[in-house]
């Protein structure tokens, strides 16, 4: 799973494909993310900036994509990352996976903060499913890189509980009873 955040976990609030906004049936051509943990916006996958910009011009359709950064991927896709708040890399830059693009925002036919998450072929018309590229389900969710276990032991070493949760993480395979535990545990503090 590639999460275009700077952090493990991301919610999914509207996915690919056909929806009503604001009452309108219209084809959503992208994903809608919210970084959990962290607002900065990360390259899902290494390329070229091709576009980075505003465009304030309301006969331009894009406008409504607000701040945007569009990067021509290494496979030849396009990336867009639209609404930001801010951007952080220009136009000719190469970036790598897990570069930093700009942060979240609210920017364009926007309403409330999100990164609307958009993939096109080499044609940079037809759009696909993010869930190719990306690996997250295409349905609403939240969505972790990390495993239950993991989270789990975080959430029991940020309480004081466990104090060396890279030593439990280890033994993960030691006893099958060992993650359900874990997980009562946090449960039950959480
Ligand atoms: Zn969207």
Redesign the pocket.
């Known amino acids: 799973m590639i999460i275009p955040f700077a952090c493990d976990t991301v919610k999914l609030t509207?996915p690919y494909g056909n929806r009503t906004l604001n009452g309108k049936k219209q084809f959503?051509s992208?994903?809608?993310l919210v970084g959990v943990g962290s607002y900065d916006v990360v390259a899902a996958v290494g390329g070229t900036v091709v576009r980075s910009r505003i465009v304030t011009d309301k006969s331009n359709a894009t406008w409504q994509w607000g701040n945007y950064v569009c990067i021509k991927g290494e496979d030849g896709r396009y990336y867009y990352y639209?609404h930001l708040k801010s951007r952080s890399v220009a136009q000719n830059q190469t970036v790598r996976a897990g570069d930093k693009l700009g942060v979240m925002g609210n920017t364009g036919y926007s309403f409330g903060a999100?990164l609307?998450f958009e993939v096109r072929e080499s044609d940079g018309k037809t759009t696909l499913s993010p869930e190719t590229v990306l690996g997250i389900p295409n349905k609403t969710g939240k969505y972790s890189t990390k495993s239950q276990y993991e989270s789990d032991l975080e959430l029991l070493a940020k309480r004081g509980i466990v104090l060396s949760p890279g030593y439990w993480l280890k033994r993960k395979n030691i006893d099958p009873y060992l993650t359900v535990l874990i997980h009562n545990m946090a449960e039950y503090i959480n």
């Open positions: 509207s959503h992208g994903y809608d639209c999100h609307h």
